[in-house]
């Protein structure tokens, strides 16, 4: 089965610095995976998803993301964070049937 | 469109007492997953309708847990009798009918059991 690892449960960084978040994967073959983040008081939204292509991909608020097969990898990064991008930030990846696994996400906080 | 939507947000009971969790899908989503995060876990998959059928209940913890999607519209998720450890946030998610199509996630119940 697959199996998703991010290995950062905190991390905090200044405002307008710039930011990873580590995501690894266990899969066979291609996976389809995805970032989410979840605000406070709020649900989770997709930030961004690779499913096949160009393994770089752009999300919304200026998120992207990069598949590296080799690395078994799929980091989130975003050149100069926002003091309301804290949240917490999951990676997940499909299995069968629609049904995604999830990181044990990474707690992101930004001081001024 | 309206988004997934969950009721209530929060929910406080003892314990051996019946709580029922509501999640209304976007409209024309034949998928709807039901997932749960127990506090400092992962967040981890319940269970899956499609249309009205469940898909796969796998991750359905035990038969305290019962869920249901009548007219494959809403779905509700009882628990009965709630029990200490089934405090957590519990989060339903809907996608259209096509594979890999995206889930959109609703705001979550978080469930306290004194």
Known sequence: AQSVTQPDIHITVSEGASLELRCNYSYGATPYLFWYVQSPGQGLQLLLKYFSGDTLVQGIKGFEAEFKRSQSSFNLRKPSVHWSDAAEYFCAVYNAGNMLTFGGGTRLMVKP | ?114
Not at chain 2, 41 to 48: A, G, Q, V, Y
């Open chain 2, 1 to 114: 469109e309206a988004g997934v939507t969950q009721f209530p947000s929060h929910s406080v009971i003892e314990k051996g007492q019946t709580v029922t969790l509501r999640c209304d899908p976007i409209s024309g989503h034949d998928n709807l997953y039901w997932y749960r995060r127990v506090m400092g876990k992962e967040i981890k998959f319940l269970l899956h309708f499609v249309k009205e059928s469940k898909q796969d209940e796998s991750g359905m913890p035990n038969n305290r847990f019962l869920a249901e999607r009548t007219g494959g519209t809403y779905s509700t998720l009882k628990v009965q009798p709630a029990e200490l450890e089934d405090s957590g946030v519990y989060f339903c998610a809907s996608s259209q009918g096509y594979s890999n199509s995206p889930l959109h996630f609703g705001n979550g119940t978080r469930l306290t059991v004194t």
